[in-house]
């Protein structure tokens, strides 16, 4: 089960927060984090995952795997810059945003552009009326444990039977 944790760089300490507790929920649960493997809201989920016992891979936007942070179990050289965010979310069966920095919001266009579910934890918020007529699985919650708790029940939803 692989999901992609998206979320700024430069994070607040209360994203760092929610982050790293929802990496570890997460792996506590056998869930494989993917992100972009750098700083911020990366480095905090796969921080989180990796005290819960968790495996974690990092989608580099350069050709350096030094680049990927000390938590990544597998950087991924893309050398496609911000163009990995799309690898990023393709990689992952639910896409997480936490924060709200322009990546992440490309993240969440991507994600729901690949019909991918999306859950934001105090994220970008969206027209709920524009998402309705575009036909997109997005919801928002306001814990940790609330997202993963969700992100749970959704991959179970979109696992093959």
Sequence with gaps: MLVAVCGPNEATAEEETMAEQLGELLARAGVTIVCGGRGGVMAAVCRGAKRGGGTTIGILPGTDPQ?????VDYPICTGLGEARN????????????????LGTLSEIALA???????????????DPTLLARAKVHIEETTTPEETARRALELLRMVQPK
């Excluded at 680049?67 to 938590?71: P, S, T, Y």
Aim: no cysteine; aromatic share 8%; charged share 10%.
């Design 86 to 101: 799309a690898v990023v979310v393709a990689s992952g069966q639910v896409v997480i945003a936490i924060g709200g920095g």
């Design 112 to 126: 729901l552009k690949l019909g991918r579910p999306v859950i934001t934890l105090y994220s970008w918020p969206l």
């Design 67 to 71: 680049e990927a942070n000390a938590w």
